[in-house]
């Protein structure tokens, strides 16, 4: 079975650039979750996805971070303008609805300069 | 405010030893934890969970141990093996609304000697 596709896996760009990460979760899993990483922290969740629907994006800095997954299946998060404290791995992941393992992709490195 | 805690960044272990890894927590509606292991420019791997209506829960050379009055929740892998030098972070989530929404702690680094 595959797993949770990210990419691009690196990403470098300018601050006040624009940057946009995509995400194929475990195909049949309902709710999808994007990450930010930022080094030496855990895992912080930004949003939650049932199907197409949000279920939670009360972390997700919404003036400049927006995602979408329009069919219910990938999803794609995008930071416009980037900042430099914007620097960290943005993490996928994906569980069956109700199920609470949620399963992760190998993550974007972003690195604004 | 942290609400899930790994106060150990790092930890060596010698092959074959035990590794317990702590994670503690001050919410007391997060009713069901995950541990996971990350190795480096990977995702987070799922490895064991447990409800707060078990106080351990086995999976091969990974147990994991809840003391709900004490708020700490610990993984215990023996014997430990080279593989398992990773960041093992664990997880915190309240179920009462129906959905999963983790907190996570900042991970500990083991490092299992040959």
């Known amino acids: 079975e595959a797993g949770v596709a990210q990419s691009p896996r690196y990403k470098i760009i300018e601050k006040r650039q624009s940057v946009a990460f995509w995400c194929n979760p475990i195909s049949g899993h309902a709710t999808l979750y994007w990450y930010q990483q930022i080094l030496g922290q855990g895992p912080k969740l930004l949003i939650q996805?049932?199907?197409?629907?949000?279920?939670?994006d009360s972390q997700l800095p919404k003036d400049r971070f927006s995602a979408e997954r329009l069919k219910g299946v990938d999803s794609t998060l995008k930071i416009q303008p980037a900042k430099l404290e914007d620097s960290a791995v943005y993490l996928c992941?994906?569980?069956?609805?109700?199920?609470?393992?949620?399963?992760f992709g190998a993550g974007t490195r972003l690195s604004v300069l | 405010d942290q609400q899930v805690k790994q106060n150990s960044p790092s930890l060596s272990v010698q092959e074959g030893r035990i590794s317990i890894l702590n994670c503690d927590y001050t919410?007391?509606?997060?009713?069901?934890f995950l541990w996971y292991k990350k190795y480096p420019a990977e995702g987070p791997t799922f490895l064991i969970s447990?409800?707060?209506?078990?106080d351990k829960n086995e999976d091969g050379r990974f147990t994991v141990f809840l003391n709900k009055s004490a708020k700490h929740l610990s993984l215990h892998i023996v014997p430990s093996q080279p593989g398992d030098s990773a960041v093992y972070f664990c997880a915190a989530s309240a179920t009462a609304s129906g959905t999963y929404k983790y907190i996570f702690g900042t991970g500990t680094r083991l490092k299992v000697l040959a």
């Open positions: 447990i409800s707060s209506i078990k």
């Open positions: 919410n007391s509606m997060f009713d069901y």
């Open positions: 992941a994906s569980s069956l609805a109700g199920d609470g393992i949620q399963y």
């Open positions: 996805f049932q199907n197409n629907g949000v279920v939670d």
